[in-house]
């Protein structure tokens, strides 16, 4: 070889990249690597968290028009029975020295009438079914007392206003049956009755009272009977 001529730079084997070099390169790769992995958990969480905000969000709204649904078919069906119920009346008209107030009731109900009972001049209870005079709970309940208006209206007005240490177990306003004004309350009349409506209505010196004790079942018919009504005051 003469060692004159220019060196052949390309025979000459690469240099070999630093350890620290590598172990950089090697660093970076890991900082990379894990900024990548956390971006990708961060994205899966939150489109975990907004499919789950989702379907919860649907299943509420399925809920909710399932809960519509009952609840209009509820009144559908109530409607209908009131109609299949009021569709053939028969009328009652008390005595005279009981008031000679008429009250019309579906012919299928049974009706149970008692004179001069615990302090009312007449007393009535009527229901679809057979009727138990020893039972808690009427779907019709009627009697002229004798007793004014005012002191029949009291323990009502108590449960209806409540006290500080005992809320009001019954709502009341006004209402007007057969033109006589007189007070409608609804709710716990008594721990045996937790979901009643009574209405009380002035006759002279006396007080009017009609009443189901089941709203759930009965109100709508009870309604509709109260406006069948005809009182003389």
């Known amino acids: ?66 809960d519509a649904g009952v609840a209009a078919q509820k009144t559908a069906d109530d409607k209908k029975a009131a109609e299949l119920a009021n569709g053939d009346l028969r009328t009652y008209t008390s005595p005279a020295n009981a008031g000679n107030f008429e009250i019309s009731l579906p012919k299928s109900w049974s009706l149970v009438i008692t004179p001069n009972d615990k302090g009312s001049t007449i007393s009535g209870l009527s229901s679809p079914d057979f009727i138990d005079t020893k039972l808690d709970q009427y779907p019709l309940r009627f009697a002229l007392k004798n007793q004014a208006y005012a002191d029949v209206k009291k323990p009502y007005d108590v449960l209806a206003k409540g006290t500080p240490g005992n809320p009001a177990k019954m709502s009341s306003k006004e209402i007007t049956v057969s033109g006589v004004k007189g007070t409608i309350y609804t709710g716990q009349a008594d721990p045996k009755i937790p979901n009643g409506t009574v209405v009380l209505l002035p006759i002279r010196d006396k007080t009017y009272i009609i009443q189901t004790d089941d709203n759930a079942k009965y109100l709508t018919v009870f309604t509709s009977i109260l406006s069948t009504l005809h009182l003389n005051p």
């Open 1 to 66: 070889m003469d060692p004159q001529a220019p060196l052949d730079i390309s025979t000459q084997p690469p240099k070999p990249k630093s350890s620290k070099q590598a172990t950089k390169f090697y660093q970076i790769g890991l900082v990379v690597l894990g900024v990548l992995t956390l971006v990708l958990f961060i994205f899966v969480l939150v489109l975990f968290s907004r499919a789950s905000i989702n379907d919860e969000k649907l299943n509420q709204a399925t809920k909710e028009g399932q």
